[in-house]
């Protein structure tokens, strides 16, 4: 009889698990499903990849697709530049001009300074993302060179995220040579940086700081998600591109999350990235639950 009861008792934690299973599949599928249907209300092209920082369980469509990054290229540049730093073949306290060659329109401030410009690397990095300052960019591009951004993405598996241009270079724009990448890599990427594993726990760390350093007002992530929740991320958009990768520091289920639109006309949906981000956010709350659907925080 004792065997039986354990037996019995056996049978129904194993029958309690499997409907939590169950319900957690159910919600997954639901969250995939409405994601699907806002993606597919945009005429133009739309890749996802969110990673949940916890248990490394994802959400992706067209997540292998490879998109146009615009500014979100940024964050493989400014790795490059700690790499390189970690290496000591430069300090971040080095000061360097900005060169003319190097000064380009768009985001940013230096273009338009008339002053000689010298700041140390460290700054010209800061500048590049809180500001996405195209001439710091271009600056931190020569220093480090273009190939070793993109061989050091091969290194780490991420065959498809390339720097191919400096930016604001239209004939390179117009040779198709972009700077790309896929949901499914720029994601990844971010939870490396996350689990503190891109150099040692430190540069990672330090990376990231930068990123959290952005504009809330320039994140259409941030707008599916409470203002209390804090993100670390970069923006990047151009003519018919608009992308943004994330880190998303949910209480108890932290995930990142890249959002990557290409061939926008003037009739998308601009609030395309902030309505995924939306059920998303929404979707990992929901795993902060107990095993009965309470969700005990916010």
Request: charged share 20%; hydrophobic share 45%.
């Amino acid at each position: 009889m004792k065997k039986f009861l354990l037996l019995i008792g056996f049978c129904i934690i194993q029958l309690t698990a499997f409907a939590q299973f169950l319900a957690r599949d159910i919600l997954k599928q639901k969250a995939e499903n409405d994601l699907k249907e806002i993606i597919a209300s945009s005429p133009s092209l739309t890749g996802l990849m969110a990673i949940d920082l916890t248990s490394g369980e994802t959400i992706g469509i067209n997540f292998d697709g490879v998109f146009t990054q615009a500014s979100a290229i940024k964050i493989p540049i400014l790795m490059e530049v700690y790499k390189q730093a970690h290496e000591k073949k430069f300090a971040l306290t080095d000061i360097k001009p900005l060169q003319p060659i190097n000064t380009v329109a768009g985001s940013g401030i230096l273009n338009v300074m008339t002053d000689p410009v010298n700041l140390s690397i460290r700054n010209y990095c800061m500048l590049m993302i809180g500001l996405s300052d195209n001439s710091a960019t271009n600056t931190l591009i020569e220093l480090v060179g273009m190939k070793n951004v993109t061989n050091t993405m091969l290194s780490l598996g991420f065959s498809n995220t390339r720097l191919q241009r400096k930016m604001i270079d239209q004939p390179a724009s117009l040779r198709n040579e972009e700077n790309i990448s896929t949901p499914a890599e720029a994601a990844k990427l971010l939870k490396l940086l996350f689990d503190g594993k891109f150099i040692d726990a430190a540069t990672s760390n330090e990376i990231v700081s930068i990123l959290q350093k952005n504009p809330i007002e320039n994140s259409k992530i941030a707008v599916g998600v409470p203002g209390n929740v804090k993100i670390a991320f970069k923006t990047g958009g151009m003519g018919g591109v608009s992308t943004e990768w994330a880190i998303v520091y949910l209480k108890n289920r932290p995930y990142a999350i890249a959002v990557m639109e290409n061939y926008k006309t003037s009739a998308t949906p601009s609030t395309i990235i902030s309505s995924i981000s939306k059920r998303v956010f929404d979707y990992y709350s929901m795993m902060k639950a107990t095993k009965y659907g309470v969700i005990l925080d916010n």
